[in-house]
């Protein structure tokens, strides 16, 4: 299939697996001056964009967790437990894609940690002084799958 350059913009708004799939048909054939770049950076920036956004939204849950197990040890559950080991799954999964995501990870935890107090505080009902201001794990301690806090 060929698709001029000003066909494929518009493909893009109204079916956007066909531009999809006209997009790296010409990528394949070498046919760099049809290609809709325009829309194909924003698509590539995009995915950049999400995988970061997935980092820090699985830390934020994780911590979250490790927070209420750690202050509230009177309602730990296998929910709780489940939900830290899917959550450091889907950390891995995204880390054993692109190891370079490792260098993201001290700033998606300093991002995390404040939403995740503020979510565990509003969660247990507990004040949200009781819980550190600075995040008490470190990174490691985050994603090894066999640290829960006493």
């Known amino acids: 299939m060929t698709v001029a350059r000003d066909n494929l913009a ?6 956007y697996a066909l531009w999809l799939d006209a997009t790296i048909e010409q990528l394949r054939r070498c046919d760099y001056g049809n290609v809709d770049w325009d829309n194909l950076l924003d698509e590539l ?8 956004r997935a980092i ?3 830390l934020v849950v994780i911590l979250m967790h490790l927070l209420k197990w750690q202050f509230q040890p009177e309602m730990r559950s296998g929910s ?12 891995q999964s995204l880390l ?3 190891p370079s995501l490792k260098n993201f990870l001290p700033e998606a935890l300093d ?12 969660e247990t009902e507990l004040p949200i002084k009781q819980f550190p201001e600075a995040c008490p794990y470190q990174l490691f301690e985050v994603l090894n799958e066999n640290f829960l806090p006493q």
């Open 56 to 58: 820090k939204h699985n």
């Open 45 to 52: 920036e995009s995915m950049a964009r999400s995988d970061k």
């Open 10 to 15: 518009t493909l893009y708004e109204c079916d």
């Open 96 to 98: 054993d894609d692109s």
């Open 80 to 91: 709780w437990a489940g939900s830290i080991t899917e959550h450091r799954t889907r950390m």
């Open 111 to 122: 991002w995390a940690y404040p939403r995740a107090r503020r979510q565990a505080s509003d």
